[in-house]
């Protein structure tokens, strides 16, 4: 429920509706929307051919290895300002299945969660006693059999 009182960034202490300090962990990128100090957009805005699976992200090794030089940082700087940076907004972390408000948070390998998670759902978060239990559901369904249609359209008749 929000307060009066606004929140206060964990990271770098901005209160709601500042701009984080440069580096936070806590700001998102104007451009994509992710965490912006681990975002790729500042390569692909100053028109790197930026790729997560080349070895060296299809950067210049020395812009791999050093990170942007001082004059495309400044650029990247300017490009942030002119596009907006993110104001701190505290949006409160929801268990995407029962709707439980700041659930606790716990690691489930990709692959696990990929078999049980619809893809659409992947990104939201999922309490533990939900995630329990939408296992325990797909398990148990994966394991019952299913009635043949020819079964259900004869149940059908009886009606």
Known sequence: MPTDKP???????????EIHERGCDMENCPFCGHQLISCSCCYKQLGYDYHWDHPTSGLPQEVFEHGLPPEQQAQWEAM???????????????????GELWPEMF???DEEWAKY?????????VCPRCWRLIKKRIDAGRA?????????EKSMQRY
């Open 7 to 17: 929140a206060t960034c964990h990271d770098c202490g901005c209160r709601e509706g």
């Open 80 to 98: 942030l300002k002119a596009k907006g940076r993110v104001p701190y907004i505290q949006w409160p972390n929801l268990c995407a299945y029962c």
């Open 117 to 125: 998670i619809e893809l659409g759902m992947r990104r939201e978060m």
């Open 107 to 109: 690691r489930v390998p």
């Open 144 to 152: 019952r059999k299913k009635p043949t249609r020819k079964k259900v």
